[in-house]
């Protein structure tokens, strides 16, 4: 099983950017839909974005469409999440996920491999 490690949180000012990166190993990545989810104090873990194990299709969330993208370099093992014009409200710990499952999947039980997540804070 793909082991994965998140990287890139950190503490930002609203509207600044971040681009968070997930590398993986024990495995390519290549096979894998690859995930990105997040979760605040008190909340459940939720979608935030998917991209296919090609990198042809993506899918966001409502709430970061047009401000986060999601992409992939398969060589590299490696997915990325650039995140921008931040809100207080996207502070979170950012997990990166794998999924055998085809497609896009958005639900989180679609996913085997998580990684141990990456704070993200946002002042206002």
């Known amino acids: 099983q793909v082991q994965l490690v998140e990287s890139g949180g950190g503490l930002v000012q609203a509207g600044n950017s971040l681009r968070l990166s997930c590398a993986g190993s024990?495995?390519?990545?290549?096979?894998?839909?690859m995930g990105w989810f997040r979760q605040a104090p008190g909340k459940g873990r939720e979608f935030v974005s998917v991209?296919?194990?090609?990198?042809?299709?993506?899918s966001y969330a409502d709430s970061v469409k047009g401000r986060f993208t999601i992409s992939r370099d398969n060589a590299k093992s490696t997915v990325y999440l650039l995140m921008n014009n931040l809100k207080p409200e996207d502070a979170a710990v950012y997990y990166c996920?794998?999924?055998?499952?085809?497609?896009?999947?958005?639900?989180?039980?679609?996913?085997?491999?998580w990684g141990q997540g990456t704070q993200v804070t946002v002042s206002s």
């Open positions: 024990g495995g390519t990545l290549s096979s894998y839909a």
């Open positions: 991209i296919n194990w090609r990198g042809s299709v993506t």
């Open positions: 996920a794998a999924s055998r499952t085809s497609g896009s999947p958005v639900v989180l039980n679609a996913y085997q491999s």
